[in-house]
């Protein structure tokens, strides 16, 4: 069986804000055993009361920290846990600043760095960072290319639509030449672009019909003419079931993630990433309770 990893998200919205409490978070996981510590971004957030028919899942009361700037910080306390955004909206960001602090952050880190991206949903936040969001899907598309000639090559020259490279390059080259980049996204067009473009797909998926579900992803990879083992599937399990997860106002246990995550491990994903949010957990000590119930189940590390 190929090998499988584990990943927990990093409570961004649930654990107080107390920077001693977050690096304890991230020590205390990777001595749990799990490969990755996962985190979201959104830059800013919509006011609702002056859009009282927002249909987008986050305001400005909701806690976001910029996954680089955060797994900066973290990287200095850990020494295996990987790194992974879930996810960086890529066309929201100037793509050879991107490149070039994702650089940084894999020296800081020694390469345990990942890159899960997506085109983004939120109209308002690309206009308040001055980006179009119309055509945010074609630049994400010149992007991934992009990105990767930039960590790999001294220097580029690079002319297109939305970029214009004229020889020059990153000072600082990532200890990963280059970087894998995750393309995330649950629609159609995005399992393509994964399996086009990507290091791998990065969907939320239940686990019915698992076999399935990857099999599709996998005849995807193969009509590109790539391998399925070179893309692997990094599946989103969820805990709790609000806007991210099952949506049904249910909540679930570690036992049934537990299960889920050794279904996908049984069906040849290359990782799960667990998120512990939206379950009624309130602060560091109780994401970690339920994050050490699930490594128990599953007996990590598993590799």
Known sequence: MPSFEVGCFFPYSEIEVDPVLMRGFARSVEAMGYDYLAN???????????????PGHYDVTERFY????????????????????????APQRQTVLLAQQAANLDVYCNGRLKLGFSPGWNAIESEAL????????????DQIPLLRRL?????????????????CGLTVPPIQRPIP???????????????????????FLTADNAAEKIGRYHDAVLAEGRDPADAPLYVLVHLGSGKDGA???TFRDPEQVAEDVE????????????????RD??????????????????????N
């Not at 910080?73 to 295996?80: F, G, P, S």
């Not at 957990?281 to 598993?302: Q, T, V």
């Open 263 to 278: 279904i996908w491990r049984e069906v040849g994903a290359g990782a799960a990433l667990i998120n512990s949010m939206e």
């Open 281 to 302: 957990l309130n602060g560091a000590a109780a994401h970690l309770d339920a994050f050490g119930r699930i490594a128990e189940l599953l007996k990590l590390p598993l």
């Open 151 to 167: 960590w790999s090559e001294p220097h580029v020259v690079y002319k297109s639509e939305f970029h214009n490279i004229p020889d």
């Open 247 to 249: 949506g049904d106002g």
């Open 40 to 54: 979201a971004d959104h830059v800013i957030g919509v006011n609702r009361a002056s859009r009282p028919d927002w």
């Open 181 to 203: 980049i995750i393309v995330a996204g649950n629609a159609p067009v995005a399992m393509r672009r994964a399996a086009r473009l990507g290091d791998g797909w990065m969907p």
């Open 66 to 89: 910029d996954p680089l700037m955060l797994f900066s910080h973290l990287a200095a306390v850990t020494e295996r846990i990987q790194f992974i955004s879930s996810v960086i909206v």
């Open 130 to 141: 001055g980006m179009s969001f119309a055509d945010r899907g074609a630049r994400f598309n």
